[in-house]
């Protein structure tokens, strides 16, 4: 499912109306997905104040109030437009909710969440919130910055041009966007003020079939993580080696086979030399088993593993890389390769080596490395020319994970926060994609399965505050995947 512009999300909305579904109805059903997807979110209730302009967003918005009320929340709104120059939709709406609607901000601070819904602008709007909407925008980023208020966009942040996204706009932590993402959400400009994408599907305004590129979220890619089969064994799960860690950075090595651990790998085995073995500080689970040996990478792949992680925390051992792309040229077997074997490979200029069963995981300054003259093109751009160039998978990791493979549309990822940018996130990335892989999940989907789960993983983990450490989004890993089963995001 691809992303759409202003005038194609109106082009679908008129089919529909076409076709004799009211807009009423569309509201309703929005409205009533919105709130649904904001309580799944915050599952304890709080207080929610929805800040309207005088059009359908904001009936979306009322909707998803009445949603939250009977959930338990305190609800209120915020406008500076008369209510007799709303939208006919938008004034029943407010009708529905009674007359006893406060128009007050709550008693700060709030017990639980404060959720202030942005329903100020639609896709319609150009430019800032102006006029009498300009100081409800600064009083939403007041409530922000100083009081801890989260800020959910209904549709797209007020500001943002849905095309082509813009700086001028609501910055949003949620953005909850009805039938089909927008352009604007996932361009350079825009990733930054509308923050995780939530998208509410409605069944009679349905995304356009074309190869653009898609929406990561398990609405638009059902059973990639069915349910294992009651015979299930650990033989199915795979079996996985790392190749990882080196003295002083042993932390990459246990990160990422627990991850693979995690994330249910049948048989992992972590191949390091003696040398590595002894400096080894942080716990190694038991059900991890170690092969110590004096050369890991002929280990590694001379023995029975499905696929194999190489490179977090490897160091740059010259004569170890030279006896990794030697094995890679003649190999054909699944690899994830990150970290300093991508350093290596791209200070000895060895790109030529990444094949179809490869898959790279590299953030920006890695990638700029594998291909500096990419790195300044708009990340998408980039990644596109990068698998066609190499007929590799790439995850280039970073706000909205790009996953792109040659002949495949571009895969967007909505999950994940700022504050997972701390050491270690790119190790249990790893290893989830590892576990995944020698479990038999083809490169796209295994890059793209462990960008989400390692984002919803850390979203998870802000119940305990404002940062994700790495061995939070560890823990919340299993949660993570039953939200995925569950299409609960």
Request: charged share 20%; hydrophobic share 45%.
């Amino acid at each position: 499912m691809s992303f759409v512009t202003g005038d194609q999300m109106r082009k679908i909305e008129g089919a529909a109306f076409q076709r004799g579904i009211s807009a009423e109805a569309l509201m309703d059903e929005a409205g009533a997905g919105i709130g649904r997807r904001l309580m799944a979110h915050f599952p304890q209730p709080g207080a929610a104040v929805a800040y309207l302009g005088k059009g359908n967003n904001g009936g979306d918005a009322l909707v998803a109030l009445k949603v939250l009320r009977q959930a338990g929340w305190a609800i209120s709104i915020r406008t500076a437009i008369p209510e007799n120059q709303w939208t006919s939709l938008a004034q029943r709406k407010l009708a529905e909710l009674g007359p006893d609607l406060s128009r007050e901000l709550p008693v700060l601070p709030v017990d639980g969440t404060l959720l202030l819904l942005d329903g100020l602008l639609g896709i319609g709007a150009k430019g800032a919130p102006r006029g009498p909407l300009a100081p409800l925008a600064a009083e939403m980023e007041s409530l922000r910055r100083d009081w801890g208020a989260v800020v959910a966009a209904i549709d797209l942040p007020s500001g943002l041009d849905s095309d082509t996204g813009t700086e001028d706009a609501v910055t949003a932590d949620l953005t909850v966007t009805v039938s089909v993402p927008k352009k604007g959400l996932v361009t350079e400009a825009g990733t930054g003020c509308s923050g995780r994408i939530l998208v509410v599907p409605v069944k009679d305004l349905p995304p356009p079939d074309d190869a653009g590129p898609t929406l990561f979220c398990p609405d638009f890619f059902p059973g990639l993580l069915p349910p294992r089969p009651h015979d299930f064994h650990k033989g199915d799960a795979g079996r996985l080696g790392i190749l990882a860690g080196s003295p002083g950075m042993t932390g990459a090595a246990v990160m990422s086979a627990t991850a693979a651990l995690t994330m249910g790998a049948g048989l992992i085995v972590l191949h390091l030399d003696q040398r590595t073995a002894d400096s080894i500080v942080a716990p190694l689970p038991p059900e991890i088993m170690l092969k110590i040996s004096d050369d890991p990478v002929k280990a590694a792949f001379e023995m029975r593993h499905d696929a194999l992680v190489i490179g977090p925390g490897w160091g740059d051992d010259e004569e170890r890389l030279e006896a990794l792309v030697k094995r890679l040229e003649c190999s054909n077997r699944p690899c994830l390769l990150d970290a300093d074997a991508l350093n290596g490979i791209a200070a000895k200029h060895h790109q030529g080596v990444l094949k179809e069963h490869h898959l790279i995981t590299p953030h920006p300054g890695e990638f700029k490395r594998l291909a500096s003259d990419l790195a300044e093109l708009p990340r998408q751009e980039a990644a596109a020319q990068f698998v066609a160039r190499h007929p590799c998978t790439l995850l280039l990791k970073g706000a909205r994970t790009v996953v792109a493979a040659p002949g495949q549309p571009l895969r967007i990822n909505p999950t994940g926060h700022g504050g997972m940018a701390s050491g270690g996130q790119g190790d249990t990335l790893s290893g989830v994609a590892g576990a995944l892989l020698a479990g038999g999940v083809k490169g796209i989907d295994a890059a793209s399965l462990a960008a989400w789960l390692c984002g919803r993983a850390a979203e998870r983990g802000l119940t305990n505050g404002p940062y994700t450490t790495a061995s939070d989004t560890l823990r919340h890993l299993g949660a993570a995947v039953l939200d995925w089963q569950r299409r609960l995001r």
